[in-house]
Nanobody
Framework: QVQLVESGGGLVQAGGSLRLSCAAS????????MGWFRQAPGKEREFVAT????????YHADSVKGRFTISRDNAKNTVYLQMNSLKPEDTAVYYC?????????????????WGQGTQVTVSS
């Protein structure tokens, strides 16, 4: 069984920064791709970023490109999301997810395990 635990969310003013972390346990983290998704009230869960098993490849949604960066530390079984230049429209619950494949994906349904989510609120 895989457990994913996010942390690092909170309230920040527009233009500020936050760093989300997601700690994984229960299986070989380093063999699997990871992703970050978000869900705002009344909206569907949407892709934010994904990173391949080795960390050598990643990509980000157009809405966050240039502002957010996904990274991972396989020695610590942790994936990160550095969020800079935050905007009010970034307000959402952020989820990390593990895909049972080495290559990343932007599709919600391709991820087998999910964390409980962490709230990010950006005030204007």
């Amino acid at each position: 069984q895989v457990q994913l635990v996010e942390s690092g969310g909170g309230l920040v003013q527009a233009g500020g920064s936050l760093r989300l972390s997601c700690a994984a346990s229960g299986r070989t983290f380093s063999s699997n791709a990871m992703g970050w998704f978000r869900q705002a009230p009344g909206k569907e869960r949407e892709f934010v970023a994904t990173i391949w098993w080795s960390g050598s490849t990643s990509y980000h949604a157009d809405s966050v490109k240039g502002r957010f960066t996904i990274s991972r530390d396989n020695a610590k079984n942790t994936v990160y999301l550095q969020m800079n230049s935050l905007k009010p429209e970034d307000t959402a619950v952020y989820y990390c997810a593990l895909r049972e494949r080495p290559e990343g994906s932007d599709r919600v349904r391709e991820y087998a395990y999910w964390g409980q989510g962490t709230q990010v609120t950006v005030s204007s």
